[in-house]
């Protein structure tokens, strides 16, 4: 091949490159196109099958990948309102280092199409790409935000199989509908017949795959099976509780600097005229969002302020769950972790939390839960005790440099006996670590988060999506409580009521089911997740091993 045809042919590679990554980006909230991701890789997938050897496939990837992750996540550098230079930094870092993740299932999927043939590649993709997913959602420096699946949150009807599989059943169904499509494409440009078996088995295949889903979910949601109204598999009516969400839109860049009893008077007057006019059902449970409290209102120097909020929550006749920052300090220095701060005056060793603890009337220390699954960097170094030296590279904005929490907690509402959890933001990614406080016996699910930091940009929406999976997955109510929202209630089935707008001050009430029955996907949770990363490695340790065979018959050959 000439030079000038190989710029020809390598600008089309880059073109058809660009082309996936439009496509698997523009799948994501708050696009509902959805079915873009149900092709977003078969362009670069006629790219990478164009390659003999791996190592002229890695920058075609990288640019696809690339234009994926601008689109989907340009808003973690919240470059709309430049506030602050840290996060305009790591926004930056995650959308050109992140992408090189992805080499893992790709690369895996070129290696596997040199040493054991295309179709074997293109059988194992799905594997390879679940198997990734799911590994990358295991560690500290995990990121499950772009699970593919998570494409697919605006089509309630079509997902909701996920109760069996969790949303990396859907990142399967996706892989394997791109595989098919560029199968069928390859076909019709090759000009094989349209009756030909190239022709009608992926076309067959697709179909189906489209259609029984949809099936199925619109028999769901008709018969309400998932939804929030059927009676207990025994015919008896399930237990209710009415829960009420109080998003008091304050500024987040401000809070951690302004008078923090003025933040509490705030919620305090709206919980109170949100339980006034209420009356005849008033919320048992009230949640404020994440950090509603700017200090730690569980320290013993709080003590009145505490004595007060629960004087006031007997006062409401209703219990009041709110974020806040937790210290907790260790008696013996040699316990703590290496992470832990130490205090300049006293010299002993503690760690902050990003905590939520659940407030009624009483005396006793209020239950809390610390957040376990952190944002890489934002909010704590990965693996911080073995990398100390790393600790500068925290977020400072209030929320930098917590510590993992000690357990998943549940708390149990004193009145109505009703049992929950809470996520702290981030968390709700995790679906697995979500099934786990379900499998333990919360009864709905409550989430707390922030999602004021990046202005209108595409991050809020994204978050709120990804609730509607963690709702179908254990078939629970999820009630999410944002400081400037998105708030909403979801169902079991996935759909969303009271939705608030962005940026506006705004008191919720809803009567949600409190359900005990456990789906097939929280009993087993990432069961799919497990199987896709064993076949993966089995299939990539095979074409090594194949590889290794092919190099020492050409030695053998040679001598």
């Known amino acids: 091949m000439n030079a000038p045809d190989r710029h020809i042919e390598r600008s089309r590679f880059y073109f058809l490159a660009v082309m996936s990554g439009l496509l698997l980006g523009l799948s994501f909230p708050p696009f509902p196109l959805g079915l873009f991701a149900w092709v977003g890789l078969v362009p670069l997938l006629f790219v990478l099958n164009a390659f003999h050897r791996p190592r002229g496939t890695f920058r075609f990837m990288y640019v696809a990948l690339l234009v994926f992750h601008v689109i989907t996540v340009n808003w973690t550098g919240d470059y709309v309102q430049a506030k602050d230079a840290y996060m305009m930094i790591a926004g930056a870092a995650t959308m050109i280092l992140h992408p090189l993740f ?29 198997g990734y997913e799911y590994s990358h959602s295991l560690t500290e420096w995990s990121f499950p935000w772009l699970t593919i699946g998570n494409s697919q949150s605006y089509d309630i009807a079509r997902i909701q199989f996920i109760e069996w599989t969790g949303v990396f059943g859907i990142s399967f169904w996706v892989l394997v509908l791109n595989v098919l499509a560029y199968l069928l494409v390859r076909a019709l440009l090759e000009r094989r017949p349209v009756r030909s078996r190239a022709v009608m088995l992926p076309a067959g295949l697709l179909l189906l795959l489209v259609v029984l889903p949809s099936v199925h979910g619109w028999y769901m949601l008709r018969t309400d099976r998932g939804g929030g109204t059927m009676p207990r598999s025994d015919g008896t009516p399930r237990d209710s509780i009415t829960v009420g969400i109080v998003q008091a839109n304050i500024d987040p860049w401000d809070k951690w600097t302004q008078n923090g009893y003025a933040t509490v008077d705030l919620y305090m007057s709206m919980t109170r005229a949100l339980v006034e006019s209420t009356a005849a059902r008033k919320p048992a449970l009230v949640l404020w969002p994440e950090t509603a409290f700017p200090f730690d209102v569980l320290n013993p120097a709080n003590h009145d302020l505490l004595a007060s909020l629960q004087h006031e929550t007997s006062e409401w006749g209703t219990s009041v769950l709110t974020g806040l920052p937790h210290r907790v300090t260790y008696a013996d220095s040699l316990s703590a972790p290496r992470s832990a701060r130490r205090d300049k005056v006293t010299q002993q060793r503690y760690d902050w939390f990003n905590a939520a603890t659940l407030i009624q009337s009483g005396g006793d220390a209020p239950a809390w839960y610390g957040k376990m699954k952190m944002v890489p960097f934002a909010e704590r170094v990965p693996y911080a005790e073995a990398f100390t030296f790393l600790d500068f590279l925290r977020w400072d904005v209030g929320i930098g440099g917590w510590q993992i929490g000690p357990d998943t907690t549940l708390f149990v509402e004193q009145r109505t006996g009703a049992r929950f959890n809470t996520l702290i933001c981030y968390e709700s990614t995790y679906p697995g670590f979500v099934a786990t406080f379900v499998r333990k016996g919360a009864e709905f699910i409550t989430l707390i988060t922030i999602d004021s930091w990046w202005d209108h940009m595409s991050g809020a929406y994204q978050h709120q999506q990804m609730a509607i999976f963690r709702a179908i997955e254990n078939r629970r109510w999820v009630v999410r409580c944002a400081v400037g929202g998105i708030s909403c209630f979801i169902d079991p089935s996935g759909r969303v009521y009271d939705a608030t707008e962005l940026f506006t001050k705004r008191t919720l009430s809803r009567q949600i089911e409190r359900r005990t029955e456990l789906s097939f996907y929280t009993r087993h949770g990432d069961w799919l997740g497990d199987i896709s990363l064993w076949v993966a490695l089995i299939l990539v340790a095979a074409a090594m091993g194949q590889a290794f065979l092919k190099k020492q018959r050409r030695q053998l050959w040679q001598t």
Request: hydrophobic share 55%.
């Open 102 to 130: 992805y080499f893992l299932p790709l690369g895996g999927y070129v290696v596997l199409r040199r040493h054991l043939g295309e179709p074997v590649a293109l059988t194992a993709l799905p594997f390879l790409w679940v």
